[in-house]
């Protein structure tokens, strides 16, 4: 029923820019927490960039300056802008959310993962 579909991501050289996005659809939902993690090969999933219904944003350290988190409520969508990229920034990069489904319990979804490749 809820899907969370993302776009965005490609290959860019580094010091390029990207604009991921991710949109919930599946009914009324009400979100809490929209956001993304990124997994590179060999290493953990990690939490990049979180935003609350009421625009309230963290980020983690590595991202800090360079990639902004923002939100669109009305289309249930989040966006994560990716500026002055470095070659470590290479991973697959996940949309979640936290949130319920009319008359239902608050979970947490995922999009489907989207590639961002940093490499000249």
């Known amino acids: 029923q809820v899907q969370l579909v993302e776009s965005g991501g490609g290959l860019v050289q580094p010091g390029g820019s990207l604009r991921l996005s991710c949109a919930a659809s599946?009914?009324?939902?009400?979100?809490?927490?929209m956001g993304w993690y990124r997994q590179a090969p060999g290493k953990q999933r990690e939490l990049v960039a979180t935003?609350?219904?009421?625009?309230?944003?963290g980020y983690a350290d590595f991202v800090k300056g360079r990639f902004t988190i923002s939100r669109d409520n009305a289309k249930n969508t989040v966006y994560l802008q990716m500026n002055n990229l470095k070659p470590e920034d290479t991973a697959v990069y996940y949309c979640?959310?936290?949130?319920?489904?009319?008359?239902?319990?608050?979970?947490?979804?995922w999009g489907q993962g989207t590639q961002v490749t940093v490499s000249s």
């Open positions: 599946g009914g009324i939902l009400t979100i809490y927490v």
């Open positions: 935003i609350t219904s009421d625009g309230n944003t």
């Open positions: 979640y959310a936290y949130l319920a489904p009319v008359g239902k319990r608050v979970d947490t979804y």
